[in-house]
């Protein structure tokens, strides 16, 4: 293969905008001429966030800081009209006459809002392992802020561990712990697909938050005697502030707690008298965008990114995919995300090209 330049002006790329409060809209745009130095990508599929998206679409984003410090593409975003999305994969279509060769036809990921075609550098892909299928390696932010939480929150041999929510990222989290010579691992979400699959993914008991046997009973799961009870670890993933309270409802002394969830400009008043005070709950936030401290002397991104493709290896994600669509049907999607979220476990955008 040759590193041959096409005529750029000709790749028609359509892209996804977020135009305002529950408003997306679908806009063409014709590409540039490649750089010496550039590349252009063909997507095959990029993935929903639905937390994260969901925010940006129901106008719940802080104004005074970047969707992302750490993703290019997302720094300089944070009033409509705005792009989002980080979780495309495409194959490498054409290269600039400075790039090595080797990228052409390479099958890549990169941390890009929802678009058909895109133009970047190689410094802003991640090759896919030629044995992990598109839409496996799409899971790849996900099932890294999974691996993220694990280490932030160091689960031991024997302990009793609950995950509050079972979105994806929840979900990828529950299969990991569930590795773990753990004595229990129990997940909570109030839908019922959710906990349907958290079952199928290990963990040992699901329950309803907002059923108050529920409950009661998963705090009698985490009671062994009267001065050993709650959880050991609690994971907050589910993107509701309100579920710190149950947190530190379930926790008992010493417990700690780890904050996986961006909650935008989304606020709730936290108990944090009575018992919690007493308990010197350890509550620690988790980004996957840096290194935990104790870890960077041995841990780097490129060894987190090695061992996220080994556990998107072993779990092929792709079965969590419950919808497919164009991206011409994006307003239609993100509105039933908003109205309807019970029904669609992880939804991507296919692209089709001609």
């Not at 925010?55 to 009033?79: C, E, K, S, W």
């Not at 919808?323 to 991507?348: C, G, K, N, W």
């Amino acid at each position: 293969m040759t590193n041959t330049l096409i005529k750029q002006h000709s790749v028609h790329a359509q892209q996804l905008w977020f135009t305002g409060v529950e408003q997306v809209a679908v806009r063409e745009h014709i590409l540039a001429a490649l750089c010496a130095d550039e590349l252009l990508v063909e997507v095959e599929c990029s993935a929903i966030s639905a937390g994260t998206e969901m925010l940006v679409y129901r106008g719940q984003i802080p104004n005074d800081m970047a969707l992302d410090a750490t993703i290019t593409a997302l720094q300089d975003q944070q009033q409509y009209p705005l792009q989002y999305g980080y979780a495309s994969v495409g194959i490498v279509k054409t290269i600039g006459i400075n790039v090595d060769a080797k990228w052409l036809g390479q099958r890549v990921f990169a941390f890009q809002p929802h678009v058909s075609h895109f133009i970047t550098t190689p410094a802003n892909l991640i090759p896919v392992p030629a044995d992990i299928a598109a839409e496996d390696a799409v899971f790849l932010p996900n099932m890294e802020t999974a691996v993220n939480l694990i280490q932030d929150g160091s689960p031991a041999l024997g302990e009793r561990v609950v995950v509050l929510g079972q979105g994806i990222v929840g979900l990828l989290l529950a299969n990991l712990l569930a590795q773990f010579p753990l004595a229990q691992l129990h997940a909570v979400d109030a839908m019922p697909l959710r906990r349907e699959r958290a079952l199928q993914l290990g963990v040992n008991n699901v329950f309803d938050p907002f059923s108050s046997a529920d409950t009661r009973a998963l705090k009698q799961q985490l009671t062994v005697a009267e001065n050993n009870k709650g959880a050991d670890l609690i994971y907050e993933v589910s993107g509701a502030p309100d579920a710190l309270n149950l947190a530190i409802g379930l926790s008992g002394f010493a417990s700690r707690i780890v904050i996986g969830s961006w909650y935008g400009n989304k606020t709730a008043a936290i108990a944090l008298g009575g018992e919690a005070h007493r308990n010197r709950l350890k509550i620690t936030t988790s980004q996957v965008s840096s290194i935990a401290p104790e870890l960077s002397g041995r841990w780097d991104k490129t060894r987190r990114f090695d061992l996220s493709w080994q556990m998107l290896r072993n779990l092929h994600p792709s079965q969590l995919i419950t919808h497919r669509f164009p991206l011409s049907d994006a307003p239609a999607l993100y509105q039933r995300l908003h109205q309807s979220p019970a029904e669609i476990l992880q939804a991507i955008f296919s692209y089709s090209h001609s």
